[in-house]
C-alpha cells in the first residue's frame, strides 16, 4: 500500500477514513468502456464527493475518463476552483440569485428555470461583462426544482434568444429509477420536450447512474454518474443493460486504544444493551456517532482484526465502541477495520437500517481524517 500527501503518520486520531484512488480510478474506468464514446460522462462530487474529498477524487477522475464536475452549491464549485480545478463545473441545484455574478466570474454552471433566473443572468451580465453559463433544469417528474412541462419548450427557446446567456444545457432528474413504469413516464416527458427544440451544441441529461445502466432510446449527450462512482450501486431490480464491477473506495478504520476482560453478567457502554454470557475479552477503539458512525448500529455490526470477523458490542458511544475479541490474539494500537471493499461494505449497514448508502458516506466526514492510499 502506497500513501499519498496524507499518511497515518500525520493525523493525531487513532482513527481515520481510507480513500482508495485507484479503486476511485477503476469505477470511472468501467463505467467509460460500457457507455458509447460520443455520451460525456458528468462526476458528481456534491457533499465534498459524497464524504469522500472532493478536492482529492476530483483530479483522478477527470484523468480516468470524467468529462465534467457537478456540486450542489456555489460554495463547492469555488472550493474546486481554489484547488484549480479548471474543468466545466455545474450547479445542479437551485442557486440564489445574488450568487449568479460570483458564479459567472468563476467560471461555474447554473441550474435555471425561471424568468427571476434570467433576469438576474443579465444582471449579472451587465456587471461583469461576462455572460453566464447555464443549464435549464426541467421538471419531468421529480416534483423538487424545475420548469413545469408546459411551460419548458417557450423557456427554453426564449433563454437561446437571449444574448447575455451561454446556454450550455437541458437536464433533469429521475425520480425512480428502479421503476421502469414510473421512470418511462418521465422519459416521455422529456424526449417530448427536447424534440420540439433546437438541441445543437446543447449537453442533454437526464440519466444518473442508475439510469444509464437501464434505459434505452433516450434523447441524451451526457449522464451523471453519482454513487457508482465510489462503488457503491443503486438498488435496482430492472434488467440492466451492463453491471460494473465496482470497488468501494472509502475504508474506515481506527486503532484499539484499550484492551480490557469482561466478567460474565456484566453490562457494557450506555444502558447496558449488551450482557457478557460468559467472561469476554473487549477492545475499545476511538470511534462513535459524532464520527458519523449512527447509532442504530450498536450490536448490529462487524469490524475486522487480523483476518478475524468481530461483533461490535455495547451502544455505540459519542467517541467509542467495543469489539468482542475473545480469543484473539491483539494488543493495543492494533487496527480494527469497520468498512472495507469486501465483506463490511457500506451497504451492509444502509440495509441494517433500511436507508440508502449515500447517507451513510456523507455522514462519515465530520471528525475523521482522511487517508488517501493506493
Known amino acids: 500500500m502506497k500513501n499519498t500527501r496524507q499518511t497515518q503518520i500525520n493525523t493525531h486520531r487513532d482513527a481515520w477514513i481510507e480513500i482508495n484512488l485507484e479503486s476511485a480510478a477503476h469505477n470511472v474506468k468501467e463505467f467509460r468502456q460500457n457507455i458509447p464514446d460520443n455520451i460525456k460522462i458528468l462526476g458528481v462530487v456534491k457533499a465534498d464527493a459524497y464524504g469522500h474529498g472532493a478536492a482529492m477524487l476530483a483530479p483522478i477522475m477527470l484523468a480516468s475518463g470524467i468529462d465534467m464536475l457537478g456540486v450542489a452549491s456555489i460554495d463547492e464549485g469555488l472550493d474546486l476552483r481554489r484547488e484549480k480545478i479548471d474543468c466545466d463545473i455545474l450547479v445542479v ?6 450568487s449568479f455574478e460570483i458564479a459567472a466570474e468563476n ?3 447554473i441550474s435555471i ?3 427571476t433566473h434570467i433576469n438576474a443572468c443579465k444582471q449579472a451580465y451587465e456587471r461583469t461583462g461576462i455572460k453566464p453559463e447555464v443549464h435549464i433544469k426541467l421538471d419531468t417528474g421529480m416534483n423538487r426544482i424545475g420548469l413545469e412541462p408546459d411551460k419548458a419548450v417557450d423557456f427554453i427557446k426564449k433563454v437561446q434568444m437571449c444574448d447575455f446567456i451561454n446556454l450550455k444545457g437541458i437536464f433533469s432528474h429521475l425520480a425512480n429509477a428502479e421503476s421502469a413504469k414510473r421512470t418511462q413516464k418521465q422519459l416521455e416527458c422529456w424526449n417530448n420536450i427536447i424534440s420540439q427544440i433546437n438541441t445543437d451544441g446543447l449537453l442533454l441529461h437526464i440519466l444518473n447512474t442508475a439510469g444509464s445502466m437501464t434505459y434505452k432510446n433516450v434523447t441524451h449527450n451526457m449522464v ?12 435496482l431490480d430492472n434488467k440492466l443493460l451492463f453491471m460494473p464491477e465496482l470497488k468501494q473506495v472509502m475504508g474506515l ?9 469482561m466478567p460474565e453478567g456484566s453490562g457494557i457502554s450506555y444502558g447496558y444493551t449488551y450482557i457478557a454470557d460468559k467472561e469476554v475479552k473487549v477492545a475499545t477503539i476511538p470511534i462513535g456517532y459524532a464520527d458519523g458512525v449512527p447509532r442504530a448500529l450498536s450490536n448490529k455490526i462487524c469490524g475486522e482484526i487480523n483476518g478475524v ?4 458490542i455495547g451502544n455505540i458511544t459519542m467517541d467509542q465502541m467495543m469489539f468482542d475479541i475473545t480469543g484473539i490474539d491483539a494488543v493495543e494500537g492494533d487496527i480494527i477495520t469497520l468498512l472495507d471493499d469486501n465483506e463490511l461494505s457500506v451497504d451492509n449497514w444502509a440495509k441494517i437500517l433500511n436507508t440508502i448508502n449515500y447517507e451513510l458516506t456523507c455522514r462519515l466526514k465530520v471528525r475523521l481524517p482522511r487517508i488517501y492510499v493506493r
Request: aromatic content about 8%.
Open 224 to 235: 451523471r454518474m453519482g454513487i457508482a462512482l465510489y462503488g457503491l450501486c443503486p438498488d
Open 107 to 109: 467560471n461555474i454552471e
Open 253 to 261: 478504520k481506527g486503532r484499539i486504544t484499550n484492551i480490557h476482560n
Open 113 to 115: 428555470f425561471s424568468e
Open 309 to 312: 470477523k468481530i461483533k461490535q
Open 93 to 98: 441545484g437551485a442557486v440564489p440569485v445574488w
